[in-house]
């Protein structure tokens, strides 16, 4: 079964073709970022005007990179929520288009469900075959930090979360305060190898007492760092900020922050499989921490998966309908996510 998947919650227009939630026929993303870096944000009426011009191309290349024309097409399915929500509008409405078009059905899909199926894709022939229910989830991506017990692919029990900043909004902040670019992830994560992680100590928050014992905060860190960078900016030479120190000292909080967090998920479940989604699963430093943990079983879908992607999105797709799901076209979008539980320990 070929299923279309459509994701537009943010600034990347992509679109892909998957057969059978596994295998990746075509994978295409456009990302927005050159347009939003300017603002060193997000700019949602941006974002959706260019979902807007882009959404035909993205979906015909797709069809183009698969060698498939439309007709091969058994099923679509898009990001409904959350998002931003003119931005989830444009592949939404797209996609129950082409599903009333074609008489084929339509499957609304969660982002963050999404990001968490990412692992199941085939990569280049690579396959986490013995995947099972339950697993630890860790989601982290610019919008959302969430670790979570997945019960089935559309079943998850919130354990913890952050009470302030996302992990990648705490990425972007600092690369922002060191002017080094949008999305800031990846500059911070390249900036960190030629530092050294051990020249400042910067405080790990204190909440994991009762309810809290799995959620984070990044707000205390980040203003710790930029507190420090700006005591150097003061003495008034730029060249002897030690950027790359303060990137690795910044990254190795930031990441034990989220560890600590997932370790007491560990410790209160008993489950030992951690499954890895979202733009900050791609952070290096992150992944070889958990590979260290060789009692763990840590899978984390390749780096060009982690990151918003059309793949996971018609990946989910095919599971609802091969449990005879499909979602009816009066569907909408929302911003928000609704009907996850928060499970306290
Ligand atoms: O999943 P994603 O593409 O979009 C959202 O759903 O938010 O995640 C984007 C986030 C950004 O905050 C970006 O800075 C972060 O993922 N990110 C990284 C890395 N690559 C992307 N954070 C840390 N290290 C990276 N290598
Ligand atoms: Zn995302």
Redesign the pocket.
């Given at each position: 079964m070929k299923i279309l998947g459509i994701e537009t919650s943010?600034d990347e227009c992509a679109a892909a073709i998957v057969e059978d939630g596994r295998t990746i026929l075509s994978n295409v993303i456009a990302t927005q970022i050159p347009f939003h870096a300017e603002y060193n944000g997000v700019v949602p009426e941006i974002a959706s005007r260019k979902h807007t011009e882009w959404i035909y191309n993205i979906v015909n290349e797709a069809f183009v990179q698969a060698h498939l024309s439309v007709s091969d097409i058994d099923g679509v399915a898009a990001t409904a929520n959350p998002g931003l929500l003119g931005s989830l509008l444009v592949g939404l409405t797209f996609a129950k288009t082409f599903a009333w078009a074609r008489r084929i059905p339509f499957i609304a899909c969660n982002?963050i469900l999404a990001?968490l199926y990412a692992a199941q894709l085939c990569n280049n022939h690579l396959c986490n075959d013995n995947l099972k229910y339950p697993f630890l989830g860790l989601l982290v991506?610019g919008g959302h930090t969430i670790i979570c017990r997945a019960l089935d692919f559309d079943n998850i029990e919130i354990l913890g979360t952050t009470i302030d900043d996302a992990a990648g909004e705490a990425f972007d902040k600092v690369s922002k305060h060191f002017q080094m670019g949008y999305p800031g992830g990846k500059y911070i994560d390249g900036l960190a190898k030629s530092g050294d992680s051990d020249v400042f100590s910067f405080p790990l928050p204190n909440l994991h007492k009762g309810g809290h014992r799995c959620d984070v905060s990044y707000s205390g860190l980040k203003t710790a760092v930029i507190n420090q960078t700006e005591q150097f900016r003061k003495k008034g030479t730029p060249g002897i900020i030690p950027l790359p120190d303060l990137a690795a000292s910044f990254q190795k909080t930031a990441v034990e922050i989220l560890l600590r967090a997932l370790f007491n998920a560990v410790e209160d479940s008993g489950i030992k499989t951690v499954v890895a989604g979202?733009?900050v699963a791609a952070n290096s430093y992150l992944r070889e921490r958990l590979a260290e943990k060789k009692e763990l079983n840590c899978i984390f879908p390749p780096p060009e998966l982690c990151g918003?992607n059309g793949a996971m999105v018609a990946g989910i797709g095919f599971k609802y309908l091969e449990r005879g799901e499909q979602s009816p076209l009066c569907v909408t979008a929302s911003a928000r996510v609704k009907g996850f539980k928060r499970k306290y320990p």
């Open positions: 943010c982002h990001h991506s979202g733009g918003d």
